[in-house]
């Protein structure tokens, strides 16, 4: 299992880069070094400088070109960072040569976020699962990492599993994967017994992009107290409780996050966590719709949902949240110009959507408790369409 830390005294400065390639453009990279450096500060750090590069593809040795390479290391020094993260994935190579020319270390957006579920997992299961990641991850960088790792005492990124000479070798750390692997079997197969002994209640899913909203619907609606906290991947272990409507009873469970460019082992290490969205019967699939790219929040959340559940056909709910926090600028009578989403009001936005999809949607404010009553009763007769199904003798309930 991951080793015991020191405790960070203070914050570690990160400088950030990004590049933009042929199917970005300079505002989309923009948002994602924003997404980026609050990675960053959920770690625990603090970003000091951005830089960004066009290139029609990275290189092959250094992910970036030679003068900006040259720029970055002359900043480095000057500020005395203590790190560089790069928003993609690097290769082994990439990472080696990186920190052979810029003198510091280096990490990417993959190691970040195996650090922050690091940080924050707390149950058996959650922290297998992401000693599995680490591993898998690190398999293909061992060499010339793991002395590397030895000589640092602590700090973002650096919360990789065995950091002992003697676990540099490849067949030992495949031999731990494998160990891991068997140890996920045998707590898979404690939470399914766990499910199957909850009866046929209607199990209703809390998904969506990280630090949407979700525990505090789930607080919300359960009146209870899940951890929420205004950081990505607040919550890492699911959550589950029983919630009564009226007297309709159903499960509502909480998930962990999503986010762009979700390091693949992660996603294969927490398929299990996510057996709750599988098994569900309703998922509610909140979206802050006070985020400028909401939309894109949206399209990726539905795409990892389809890697992790190979499926379409599960009843959705929308749940707009934050709608306190949406703001927009009414047009001149005489502007001309075409309207942009920083336009629409929210009574537009709602009626736009709402006749855009089929799914039904609503909009709130869980932080307020604002159309709570109108969440309730959307939420109730969509689980009561399905306990009608399974359950058509069971009217006198409603």
């Known amino acids: 299992m991951p080793q015991n830390i020191e405790i960070r005294k203070e914050k570690e400065s990160a400088v950030l880069v990004g590049v933009i390639t042929g199917g970005d453009s300079e505002e989309t990279v923009a948002e994602y070094l924003d997404e980026l450096a609050f990675l960053v500060e959920t770690a625990g750090g603090l970003t000091l400088k951005r830089f960004t590069q066009k290139l029609d593809k990275p290189d092959p040795a250094t992910f970036i070109g030679k003068g900006k390479l040259e720029e970055i290391g002359q900043y480095v020094v000057e500020s005395q960072a203590d790190l560089v993260v790069f928003d993609d994935e690097l290769t082994a190579s990439q990472h080696r040569n990186l920190e052979k020319a810029l003198k510091a270390r280096v990490i990417d957006r993959s190691n970040l976020i195996l650090d922050i579920f690091a940080?924050?997992?707390?149950?058996?299961?959650a922290k297998t699962q992401v000693e599995l990641a680490q591993y898998q991850y690190l398999l293909p960088r061992l060499a010339g990492m793991w002395t590397h790792l030895e000589r640092q005492k602590g700090g973002i990124g650096l919360k990789g599993p065995g950091e002992k000479e003697i676990e540099t070798d490849r067949r030992i750390v495949r031999e731990r994967i494998a160990l891991l692997k068997k140890r996920l079997k045998q707590i898979e197969k404690q939470m399914a017994t766990q499910r199957s002994n909850r009866g046929n209640l209607v199990r209703v899913a809390l998904v969506g992009y990280t630090n949407v909203g979700k525990s505090n619907i789930m607080n919300m609606i359960s009146k209870t107290d899940v951890f929420a906290e205004d950081k990505l991947f607040a919550t890492l272990d699911t959550t589950v409780r029983k919630v009564v409507i009226g007297n309709l009873p159903f499960l509502i469970s909480d998930t962990v996050g999503f986010i762009r460019k979700l390091p693949h082992h992660l996603i294969e290490s927490f398929k299990s966590t996510l057996d709750e969205v599988r098994e569900s019967d309703i998922l509610l699939h909140v979206v802050d719709i006070s985020h400028p790219n909401f939309e894109e929040q949206i399209r990726v959340v539905r795409e990892t949902l389809r890697e992790i559940t190979g499926e379409d056909?599960?009843?959705?709910?929308?749940?707009?949240?934050?709608?306190?926090?949406?703001?927009?600028v009414e047009k001149e009578e005489d502007d001309l110009t075409p309207s942009t989403k920083e336009n629409i009001s929210l009574h537009e936005m709602q009626e736009t959507w709402m006749a855009r999809e089929n799914a039904p949607?609503?909009?709130i404010s869980a932080k307020y408790k604002e159309n709570l009553e109108g969440f309730r009763r959307l939420l109730y007769d969509t689980v009561v369409a399905i306990h009608q199904k399974r359950y058509p003798y069971d009217h006198f309930l409603y």
């Open 119 to 125: 940080l924050r997992a707390r149950s058996a299961h």
């Open 313 to 328: 056909e599960k009843q959705v709910v929308m749940v707009f949240n934050k709608m306190d926090r949406y703001s927009w």
């Open 361 to 363: 949607c609503i909009f």
